[in-house]
């Protein structure tokens, strides 16, 4: 089986840098992923890591140990909107890449 | 990207009734999933459904209870069966468009209380 662990909660100011890991145990994935949900809204696709390293789209930037089973999603320059929660997510071999995935963590900014 | 809307969006039902939500996307996709999410929890896979071919069920669920059907490559729909108060969720449709490719586009989700 999977399984995702994340801190459930994460608190951080405006302007600060925020990293949020994410730790799996998994049987063989393709890559991990990261999505953002604000309250009432639908995940929206971050970032994505088929490989080990560092990945960067603007502020936000994801990075994969496959050797660590670790990741993590960094967010740099906090703004207020980024108050959200975030799931890190493994797409699994099985069944088309399915994606499986963490139980979030809660991301509050402050002013 | 893919644009996906979902009907209904939210509903309230009696127990023992059942519920029929509809995820049209805007484009072909190959792959199709539906999700349960518990408010201020995870998403939970409920099956994927691809056209063409039977839903495969996560562990826990079941077709009787969740029966799927597919009928294109831009429509699926999902029924609640015989709800209870543990239905309660938010059902949420998700696509990609290729089995290879990685980014998972989301519907806005159904919010469904059962009484």
Known sequence: ?111 | SAVISQKPSRDICQRGTSLTIQCQVDSQVTMMFWYRQQPGQSLTLIATANQGSEATYESGFVIDKFPISRPNLTFSTLTVSNMSPEDSSIYLCSVRQGADLYEQYFGPGTRLTVT
């Open chain 1, 1 to 111: 089986g999977q399984s995702l662990e994340q801190p459930s909660e994460v608190t951080a100011v405006e302007g600060a840098i925020v990293q949020i890991n994410c730790t799996y145990q998994t049987s063989g994935f393709y890559g991990l992923s990261w999505y953002q949900q604000h309250d009432g809204g639908a995940p929206t696709f971050l970032s994505y890591n088929g490989l080990d390293g560092l990945e960067e789209t603007g502020r936000f930037s994801s990075f994969l140990s496959r050797s660590d089973s670790y990741g993590y999603l960094l967010l740099q320059e906090l703004q207020m909107k980024d108050s959200a929660s975030y799931f890190c997510a493994v797409r699994v071999y099985n069944q088309g890449g399915k994606l499986i995935f963490g139980q979030g963590t809660e991301l509050s900014v402050k002013p």
